[in-house]
């Protein structure tokens, strides 16, 4: 099993030149390469698009044969897709899905990470996240959306639809965590973004997700401080890590006027860096201990949760954004990790309730111009949306 090539850089066929034998087979193609594109993927090397160790393809062998037949594939077939891993092409209609693919399925009781990473190491099964692993994801400008949805409606909810002069403290500015800062300043609040790995950092500032960096906790409340006071929104990312940035705060008495967190809590093993561990500590670790990791990782994410807790009771509109950090948290024992609420039915929830949602789509030309056109097309349509 080959999962790290260093050598190899996969770039989408732009244009309206065929690569497969039809649209409905050249779509997908073009998909499953965007997601690996330098641009686009964190770890494209190993096929990592975002959230840990969510990939593309199972390994790169499999990855050149999902390619190959793809481009051979006849416009009455459909390509089965097995965690990243093509199993087989039927003879089904023009009219059926061209792919069909499913990842990281465990019967519940088998249904643990203890069980999952088994079968990951022996090259068995891949880890999809939502969008790596089904081909449709677009980088972090994907989640923008539902992210300044969610900063809106909170800033609806507390504080009279106006978040000028408010800041949100926030971790995390991988693929998905990458859009909190880009998303709260279009929403008119500045943010605090603590990021534990150089490189995402970089990344965002290169793709101006955020304003500007800082490296100590002091710098970076004078900028939030100034922002704040001068009532114009900015975005920073402190390089550090979280369960150790939100003791200091509390110690200080500094509160924010939201918080919640983006981490990849989801994966106690690769997504989470326990608290007074340095990254390349961890990055070793991991491979030579994921048991020792975890368990660090687990009980940081137990002290992470209380944090909040006491944010929460401090008054601080505090909620969780989907990581299972609340779960982790319960099971280490803290009982009340539930006590502050969910994203979704809090704040996306009534968003759904009055028929806001939303709406992708991709061009696959890869010219910017016809994302312009599509967008003025939305406006066209939908004039009287001003929010829009």
């Given at each position: 099993?080959?999962?790290?090539?260093?050598?190899?850089?996969?770039?989408?066929?732009?244009?309206?030149?065929?690569?497969?034998?039809?649209?409905?087979?050249?779509?997908?193609?073009?998909?499953?390469?965007?997601?690996?594109?330098?641009?686009?993927?964190?770890?494209?090397?190993?096929?990592?698009?975002?959230?840990?160790?969510?990939?593309?393809?199972?390994?790169?062998?499999?990855?050149?044969?999902?390619?190959?037949?793809?481009?051979?594939?006849?416009?009455?077939?459909?390509?089965?897709?097995?965690?990243?891993?093509?199993?087989?092409?039927?003879?089904?209609?023009?009219n059926a899905p061209r792919v069909?693919?499913?990842?990281?399925?465990?019967?519940?009781h088998w249904a643990t990470w203890?069980?999952?990473?088994?079968?990951?190491?022996?090259?068995?099964?891949?880890?999809?996240?939502?969008?790596?692993?089904?081909?449709?994801?677009?980088?972090?400008?994907?989640?923008?959306?539902?992210?300044?949805?969610?900063?809106?409606?909170?800033?609806?909810?507390?504080?009279?639809?106006?978040?000028?002069?408010?800041?949100?403290?926030?971790?995390?500015?991988?693929?998905?965590?990458?859009?909190?800062?880009?998303?709260?300043?279009?929403?008119?609040?500045?943010?605090?973004?603590?990021?534990?790995?150089?490189?995402?950092?970089?990344?965002?500032?290169?793709?101006?997700?955020?304003?500007?960096?800082?490296?100590?906790?002091?710098?970076?409340?004078?900028?939030?401080?100034?922002?704040?006071?001068?009532?114009?929104?900015?975005?920073?990312?402190?390089?550090?890590?979280?369960?150790?940035?939100?003791?200091?705060?509390?110690?200080?008495?500094?509160?924010?006027?939201?918080?919640t967190d983006q981490t990849s809590?989801?994966?106690?093993?690769?997504?989470?860096?326990?608290?007074?561990?340095?990254?390349?500590?961890?990055?070793?670790?991991?491979?030579?201990?994921?048991?020792?990791?975890?368990?660090?990782?687990?009980?940081?994410?137990?002290?992470?949760?209380?944090?909040?807790?006491?944010?929460?009771?401090?008054?601080?509109?505090?909620?969780?954004?989907?990581?299972?950090?609340?779960?982790?948290?319960?099971?280490?024992?803290?009982?009340?990790?539930?006590?502050?609420?969910?994203?979704?039915?809090?704040?996306?929830?009534?968003?759904?309730?009055?028929?806001?949602?939303?709406?992708?789509?991709?061009?696959?030309?890869?010219?910017?111009?016809?994302?312009?056109?599509?967008?003025?097309?939305?406006?066209?349509?939908?004039?009287?949306?001003?929010?829009?």
């Amino acid at each position: 099993m080959n999962r790290l090539d260093n050598a190899r850089i996969i770039r989408a066929p732009h244009g309206n030149q065929l690569s497969a034998k039809s649209w409905q087979t050249e779509a997908p193609l073009r998909m499953l390469m965007n997601n690996l594109d330098p641009m686009v993927a964190e770890r494209p090397e190993e096929l990592v698009v975002y959230g840990g160790i969510g990939r593309a393809a199972r390994d790169w062998n499999s990855f050149d044969r999902i390619v190959e037949t793809l481009r051979r594939l006849e416009a009455d077939q459909t390509l089965l897709i097995q965690s990243g891993k093509p199993v087989g092409v039927f003879r089904t209609h023009e009219n059926a899905p061209r792919v069909l693919l499913a990842n990281s399925n465990l019967v519940p009781h088998w249904a643990t990470w203890q069980h999952f990473n088994e079968l990951d190491r022996k090259g068995l099964m891949m880890y999809g996240q939502m969008t790596a692993g089904s081909w449709i994801y677009i980088g972090t400008q994907g989640i923008v959306q539902g992210t300044y949805e969610t900063f809106v409606e909170m800033g609806r909810q507390h504080y009279n639809n106006d978040l000028s002069g408010r800041w949100i403290l926030t971790a995390g500015l991988g693929g998905m965590g990458g859009a909190q800062t880009l998303a709260a300043t279009m929403a008119g609040a500045s943010c605090l973004a603590v990021e534990c790995q150089d490189s995402r950092i970089e990344m965002r500032l290169k793709t101006r997700y955020v304003d500007v960096r800082a490296d100590t906790l002091d710098e970076s409340l004078a900028i939030i401080n100034r922002a704040v006071a001068e009532k114009k929104p900015i975005s920073v990312a402190l390089l550090g890590n979280i369960a150790e940035i939100l003791p200091e705060l509390l110690r200080r008495g500094i509160r924010p006027d939201a918080l919640t967190d983006q981490t990849s809590a989801h994966d106690p093993i690769n997504g989470y860096l326990p608290k007074g561990w340095s990254v390349a500590a961890w990055i070793e670790r991991r491979a030579s201990e994921p048991k020792a990791v975890e368990a660090a990782a687990r009980a940081s994410m137990a002290e992470h949760v209380r944090d909040m807790l006491t944010f929460a009771k401090m008054g601080v509109p505090t909620f969780d954004y989907g990581n299972n950090i609340r779960q982790v948290a319960k099971e280490q024992g803290v009982e009340n990790a539930f006590d502050f609420p969910g994203f979704v039915p809090t704040y996306i929830r009534p968003l759904f309730c009055r028929g806001i949602g939303p709406f992708r789509w991709a061009a696959l030309s890869g010219n910017l111009d016809d994302i312009y056109k599509t967008d003025a097309k939305v406006k066209e349509l939908l004039p009287h949306d001003k929010h829009l």
